[in-house]
């Protein structure tokens, strides 16, 4: 079992069952990975979500393919990362990686600001935010053989069973995901989370696009730095699992 971080706190939030948000819809083609809550935000947050911050560093959420280099205002490899959180690692990879442009995808308000206020505070110039779900992202902004690589950190384990369906690196999707990688892209998924790491494995292992890129899972790589939640339970012994596979 893997160490409780803010994921798991977030999650106690997210357990609503089904039927409480009226949500079963029977929709398999597009998993709903997370919940809208009303969430405390910052009054700083905020002000990054309604002020120049966000006109600056958000794109509007549109049913066409990004052009990667009129939004950067340059031709580089462009990396993706779905839900950033409050995203520290985000930033931290950003600013270390200057020769990569990031695409930034999270539904969470308070996130949305958080690193706003991130990329003004550090002087990031190289990540641009789409507040949206992700999964529609992939589908349809996203143009098929463009990105070099995908971030999937700590996604939201949903622990329960009946509530599986709900997470995000499931075969449909990861097959969507990997027809948007150049062959030679990479996926990086994170977890703390002991079955959804063999979940992960599962799924990755059984897309034939993709090769492991290691035997098992992959050691962290230096550019994924730790986040404070999860020193925390490294300390406490629990495990983290990292696993990069490439498009063939
Ligand atoms: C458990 S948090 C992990 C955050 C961060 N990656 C980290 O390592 O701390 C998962 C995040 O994914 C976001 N998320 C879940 N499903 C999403 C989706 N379909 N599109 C965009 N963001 C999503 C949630 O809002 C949440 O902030």
């Known amino acids: 079992m893997g160490y409780k971080m803010n994921t798991t706190e977030k999650n106690t939030d997210q357990q609503v069952s089904d039927t409480e948000t009226g949500e079963e819809k029977k929709d398999w083609g597009h ?5 809208h809550r009303s969430v405390h935000m910052t009054p700083k947050q905020r002000k990054a979500l309604e002020g120049e911050l966000f006109q600056t560093w958000c794109l509007p959420y549109q049913a066409e ?6 939004v950067f205002g340059r031709s580089a490899p462009t990396v993706l990362e779905i839900g950033f959180g409050m995203g520290e690692t985000s930033a931290k990879i950003a600013h270390t990686s200057t020769d990569k442009n990031f695409i930034g995808v999270e539904v969470f308000s308070g996130g949305v600001g958080a690193l706003l206020n991130r990329i003004d505070e550090e002087s990031i110039p190289n990540i641009r935010i789409i507040q949206h779900d992700a999964v529609d992202v992939v589908n349809n902004m996203l143009a098929p053989n463009s990105l070099d690589g995908v971030h999937i950190y700590f996604p939201d384990p949903w622990p329960k069973k009946r509530h599986h369906k709900r997470r995000l690196v499931q075969s449909p999707f990861i097959k969507q995901l990997v027809s ?6 990479y996926i990086h998924c994170a ?19 993709l090769q492991n890129r290691f035997e098992g899972f992959a050691p962290r790589p230096d550019y994924r730095p730790l986040t404070k939640f999860e020193n925390r339970g490294i300390k406490l012994g629990y495990g983290v699992w990292d696993l990069i596979f490439e498009k063939k």
């Open 180 to 185: 948007r990688l150049k062959p030679g892209g």
């Open 31 to 35: 998993i709903k990975s997370f919940v």
């Open 191 to 209: 977890t703390d989370w002991e079955d959804y790491a063999m979940q992960m494995m599962e799924v990755l292992s059984s897309e034939e696009a």
């Open 65 to 70: 393919p990004l052009n990667y280099e009129k």
